[in-house]
């Protein structure tokens, strides 16, 4: 599935975002309540952490290489219209001798 530069830019804002969203919410409650946060914490809440740092960083991954594809496909075309126009120059100078 392909998506656009505009919906891979964004998805990977957001990716960003629920990753460090996750990762401040975990070291405040680390701060606050020390080890003992991690202790008593229930199953469900520890799988539903992971659950989360695992689909923003699968986010991350997927939509920046989307992003990469699309970069590189722009820069492939304007490649090839420069070549293009510099066929079409070369091609309208007249020959001197």
């Known amino acids: 599935m392909q998506v656009s530069k505009r919906t891979a830019l964004h ?6 975002a629920a990753f460090t969203a996750i990762s401040a919410y975990g070291l405040i409650g680390y701060f606050q309540d020390g080890a003992g946060a991690a202790t008593t914490a229930t199953l469900q809440a520890t799988f539903l952490f992971a659950a989360g740092i695992a689909a923003s960083v699968g986010g991350i991954c997927w939509f920046g290489a989307q992003l990469d594809r699309r970069k590189s496909e722009e820069r492939r075309d304007e490649e090839r219209r420069k070549a293009e126009e510099s ?3 070369v091609r309208r100078k007249p020959v001197r001798s």
């Open 11 to 16: 998805g990977l804002n957001i990716a960003i």
């Open 87 to 89: 066929a079409r120059k």
